[in-house]
């Protein structure tokens, strides 16, 4: 009799441990969703501080939450810091390596800080398992791009128009390409279908008025920097562009106050040091 209470004693202790385990759970559950929810939505306010405090608090009730080691990467993209962006997006490849969008978000991150080698090698994963990811093809062309391979750039870019013709910016990327190979006939080919597919694109614009003036178009190339500029007047690149019009044209004058805009607009900071060289050359 005795051993039967002892049982029974037991089994009811048992039933209470089990049942605050349960509840203890679905109270971490709702908190960590809680915490999760308020990450996201201060994410898409922009508010990148707010949005960390948040998601690491999730991770304190859930430490092999992948989710949240994904969405703290994202914010430290957002930041620009992308060595921590690069260190939470490898925990969740270590969690859960089959989230192939990870790799992306990785070698993005990776391609800031020229890191190409990684880089590659995250893009070419997620290819490996799906060869129609457009993503993963334009990015790797943006990366060749940045690297200097220019022809492996093209062919990815190629499959991107194979698997989506009217993806516009695509056409921007290789029309630049092909500037950059002097192929200035190409690149406005490409420009053209850039700007078919947006009206509004002032990159395009003010690319194919550059490949425009090295085809000795200055008019063409001066409307289409100007329509750029018009859409866009916070585009350094534009009036550094303009000023090669107006140098060309032989207008010193118009050509120095555009390279001052371009200064203005951090075009040093952004591409280096030739707008203040040109302006020492022609404007002193």
């Known amino acids: 009799m005795q051993n039967l ?3 029974k004693k037991s089994a ?6 089990l049942s605050s385990f349960i509840l203890l759970s679905g109270c971490n559950k709702l908190l960590i969703d809680k915490h999760i929810y308020l990450g996201n939505k201060n994410y898409k306010n922009a508010d990148y501080k707010a949005a960390l405090e948040e998601y690491n608090k ?6 092999e939450n992948w989710e949240v080691y994904y969405n703290i990467g994202l914010v430290h993209n957002e930041l620009e810091d992308y060595s921590k962006a690069i260190i939470n997006f490898t925990c969740v490849i270590e969690i859960n390596p089959e989230y192939k969008l990870t790799y992306l978000k990785r070698a993005f991150a990776e391609k800031k800080l020229k890191d190409f080698k990684n880089a590659l090698a995250d893009c070419n994963t997620v290819i490996k398992n799906d060869n129609e990811n457009k993503y993963a093809f334009f990015l790797r062309g943006s990366i060749y791009t940045e690297s200097g391979k220019y022809y492996e750039a093209l062919a990815d870019y190629d499959k991107v128009i194979e698997l989506d013709p009217i993806y516009e910016e695509i056409y921007t990327n290789k029309g630049f390409v092909k ?6 006939t190409g690149a ?17 614009y003010n690319n194919r008025g550059f490949s425009k003036l090295k085809l000795n178009d200055t008019k063409g190339a001066l409307d289409d920097i100007n329509y750029s500029i ?3 007047p916070e585009n350094s690149y534009a009036f550094r562009n303009r000023a090669l019009v107006y140098i060309e044209k032989k207008d010193t004058a118009l050509a120095c106050k555009d390279l001052e805009k371009a200064i203005d607009l951090g075009f040093t900071e952004k591409f280096g040091n030739e707008v203040e060289y040109l302006i020492k050359q022609i404007c002193n």
Not at 12 to 17: D, E, V
Not at 188 to 204: M, R
């Open 12 to 17: 009811i202790l048992l039933i209470i441990i």
């Open 5 to 7: 209470i002892r049982i």
């Open 188 to 204: 406005i080919e490409d420009f053209n279908k850039a700007i078919e597919l947006n009206p509004e694109n002032s990159y395009a």
């Open 230 to 232: 018009g859409l866009t």
């Open 58 to 63: 999730a991770l304190e009730y859930d430490p």
């Open 179 to 184: 500037i950059i190979l002097t192929n200035y």
